[in-house]
T-cell receptor, first 118, second 112 residues
Framework: DTAVSQTPKYLVTQMGNDKSIKCEQN?????MYWYKQDSKKFLKIMFS???????INETVPNRFSPKSPDKAHLNLHINSLELGDSAVYFC?????????????????FGAGTRLSVL | QKEVEQDPGPLSVPEGAIVSLNCTYS??????FMWYRQYSRKGPELLMY????GNKEDGRFTAQVDKSSKYISLFIRDSQPSDSATYLC????????????FGSGTRLSIRP
């Protein structure tokens, strides 16, 4: 069973289109994340949701809108796609709350969605 | 200046060699330090997780943190071709849900 799964794996689309990427985790975690990895492998956080509440919102164009229908899902919708949006988008999850002394914020990543905007 | 600096490589070593991967950082508030391994066309997977300064060993892997120098290292002993991947250092201030800052990754290739 895949712990963090993203769909689709590959997305090729034209500039100006609107697209969505879905993410689901079956680890029972309470926090989910979206990262963007550029061609130089630089991994940068975009958003984070804890129990369906937005807790991290980096400087990302408002064409990107995350939506968390429940703790196990975090989707990313992108409007008016631009060439510079081409990248690999990773979803991740972690368990943020728990017993003291237990390492938290260990993030588990999905396999990524390769977005190519033409 | 980036918060976390990591030499992108590529680094190529013969099988069996000891590999040393390093990162420097500027934010003295970082307390939790991680190393992730990323195979081609896959997501990063956690390799090592350490808190504050010191060493941590797990099999062939040793993570070292020197907070006074703001320098972290990952050593791989008896390197294998299956260790060929990109290694990303990462760090954060808090153990709870918070922003993790990643290095840009070092691409490692182990020659048989």
């Amino acid at each position: 069973d895949t712990a963090v799964s993203q769909t689709p794996k590959y997305l090729v689309t034209q500039m100006g289109n609107d697209k969505s990427i879905k993410c689901e985790q079956n680890l029972g975690h309470d926090t989910m994340y979206w990262y963007k990895q550029d061609s130089k492998k630089f991994l940068k956080i975009m958003f984070s949701y804890n129990n369906k509440e937005l807790i991290i919102n980096e400087t990302v164009p408002n064409r990107f809108s995350p939506k968390s229908p429940d703790k196990a899902h975090l989707n990313l919708h992108i409007n008016s796609l631009e060439l510079g949006d081409s990248a690999v988008y990773f979803c991740a999850s972690s368990q943020a709350s728990g017993l003291a002394g237990v390492y938290k914020n260990i993030q588990y990543f999905g396999a990524g969605t390769r977005l190519s905007v033409l | 200046q980036k918060e976390v600096e990591q030499d992108p490589g590529p680094l190529s070593v013969p099988e069996g060699a000891i590999v040393s991967l390093n990162c420097t950082y500027s934010n003295s508030a970082f307390q939790y330090f991680m190393w992730y391994r990323q195979y081609s066309r896959k997501g990063p997977e956690l390799l090592m997780y350490t808190y504050s300064s010191g060493n941590k060993e797990d099999g062939r892997f040793t993570a070292q943190v020197d907070k006074s120098s703001k320098y972290i290292s990952l050593f791989i002993r008896d390197s294998q071709p299956s260790d060929s991947a990109t290694y990303l250092c990462a760090m954060t201030e808090y153990s709870s849900a918070s922003k993790i800052i990643f290095g840009s990754g070092t691409r490692l290739s182990i020659r048989p």
